[in-house]
């Protein structure tokens, strides 16, 4: 049952999951995610991955240039790891707050993610060293066979890599990031929460796989990973309604520009960082959870981390927001999730 709120004032979110892209397409976007979130964990795979201290530094300094002077924004830096990462420098940059975590992508998973990580042992050392120093693994977790049908891929990476990678590190915190299915909900539920959580993607809790084919290809609703059937999704739902600490917000906002989605290999990420934190309170309002909403957005993933809850608010209105068509990236357009369409909550401005 909806419930009948028209103003809400939080404590102000953080996006656990984002991707910031580079040079142009970076200047276009950040400041979508500033205007939300006060802080967001930001995604190391770019066309040159993000591997050392020195990188991220200049990463950061990159995007805090970008934001608009009226923004207060802390970007929260990750490592790419890859069969080359050096231990000693994730301990130096996690120590001297430069990484505030590492992000583990199986070869070839997604976009950015050649690694040369097969299989979990060939990062052994690594993952001693982050459960020693308490550093926080960020996993996306699908396998790569290619036997492996594309809907069973995250289900099957539960079994075959993070149940052994939990037995031989049972204290490395790690966080199943845009998680899909039941199968993963299960999993995560039934575990110590200081040790793993997962993040939920506005998309993954409003569409299923039947969307992707709505009228035809929907190539804007391709992301990885890919979204699964209604089952999955109302699991996904059930879980943030009921209030459950192991999960918080992780919007996966991933741009590609348009010629690059519109492709013969068309390229999957979902761009929602316009709208994210006002699908996720729809979605809230929705299931009659809105009690829950500030855990799930503000306070869950701070907990996780070890790091302070924000002080500043934000206040949402019950107050119809038009979601951009298009957003103008030189001559070329990035298209936004659920482009032009209207929704109920709007920022306080």
């Known amino acids: 049952m909806a419930e009948f709120i028209t103003k809400i004032t939080m404590i102000k979110p953080d996006d656990w999951h984002v991707h910031l892209r580079e040079d142009k ?3 276009k976007v950040v400041n979508y995610t500033g205007t939300f979130y006060k802080r967001a964990i930001i995604m190391p795979n770019l066309n040159n991955p993000i591997t050392n201290c020195s990188q991220a530094i200049s ?6 240039r970008a934001m608009n002077s009226n923004c207060i924004f802390q970007p929260l830096m990750t490592c790419y790891l890859n069969r080359f990462t050096i231990p000693e420098e994730l301990e130096i940059g996690f120590f001297k707050k430069i990484f505030i975590a590492a992000k583990l992508y199986p070869n070839c998973s997604t976009t950015n993610s050649k690694t040369n990580i097969k299989k979990i042992d060939h990062i052994a050392h690594i993952l001693e060293r982050m459960e020693k120093i308490g550093m926080p693994l960020l996993i996306h977790g699908e396998e790569i066979n290619k036997n492996i ?7 099957m990476f539960i079994e075959n890599t993070l149940k052994p990678l939990r037995k031989n590190f049972s204290k490395l915190k790690i966080v199943l990031e845009h998680i899909t299915t039941k199968e993963s909900v299960e999993y995560i539920k039934s575990k110590n929460a200081k040790y793993l959580c997962a993040t939920i993607t506005p998309h993954h809790l409003m569409l299923n796989r039947n969307h992707m084919f709505s009228g035809g290809i929907q190539p804007y609703l391709y992301c990885l990973p890919i979204l699964k059937r209604d ?5 996904l739902r059930k879980v943030i309604a009921s209030g459950d600490k192991h999960f918080f917000l992780g919007s996966d906002s991933a741009p590609h520009l348009h010629k690059n989605k ?3 290999f ?3 990420g979902i761009f929602n960082a316009s709208s994210s934190l006002l699908c996720y309170v729809t979605i809230f309002e929705k299931m009659g959870a809105l009690k829950h909403l500030q855990s799930f957005c503000s306070e869950n993933g701070p907990k996780f981390y070890n790091i302070p809850v924000n002080k500043e608010t934000i206040t949402l209105v019950k107050k119809p927001y038009k979601i951009p068509k298009q957003i103008n990236v030189g001559k070329d357009v990035i298209i936004p999730f659920l482009s032009g369409k209207i929704l109920n909550w709007s920022l306080e401005t």
């Open 59 to 64: 990463y950061r300094n990159q995007i805090l």
């Open 25 to 27: 397409i970076l200047k």
């Open 262 to 264: 519109i492709n013969i």
């Open 231 to 235: 089952i999955h999704r109302k699991a």
């Open 149 to 155: 049908d594309i809907y069973d891929k995250e289900a």
């Open 266 to 268: 068309g390229y999957s």
